[in-house]
Nanobody
Framework: HVQLVESGGGSVQPGGSLALSCAVS????????MAWFRQAAGQEREGVAA????????FYTESVKGRFTISQAYGKTTVSLQMNDLKPEDAATYYC????????????????????WGQGTQVTVS
């Protein structure tokens, strides 16, 4: 039974930083890829960052490039999202997600390819 638990959310002023973490239990496979999504009130869920568990490749949505960093330590069952220079538009509930194996080309930030999801952690920027 795969479970994902996020932590690290909170409230920060614009320009501040937060680090989110997601712990995975019940491994979804020998190698698995992970991602962070976010959903603000009244908006659709958006892919923020993803890391390919088979080759370490990372992917980011344009609005967070240069500010957010996703990392998954090899062999470790955690994925982190370091968020710097936070903006009010970054405020949302952040979810981590995982899938077994590699990411699908051009679908790295699509929620449709991920099988397991966490419950979310709230990030407020104001």
């Amino acid at each position: 039974h795969v479970q994902l638990v996020e932590s690290g959310g909170g409230s920060v002023q614009p320009g501040g930083s937060l680090a989110l973490s997601c712990a995975v239990s019940g491994r979804p496979g020998l190698r698995y890829s992970m991602a962070w999504f976010r959903q603000a009130a009244g908006q659709e869920r958006e892919g923020v960052a993803a890391v390919d568990g088979t080759n370490g490749g990372t992917f980011y949505t344009e609005s967070v490039k240069g500010r957010f960093t996703i990392s998954q330590a090899y062999g470790k069952t955690t994925v982190s999202l370091q968020m710097n220079d936070l903006k009010p538009e970054d405020a949302a509930t952040y979810y981590c997600a995982t899938k077994s194996g590699s990411l699908w080309r051009n679908y790295e930030l699509s929620s449709s390819i991920y099988n397991y999801w966490g419950q979310g952690t709230q990030v407020t920027v104001s």
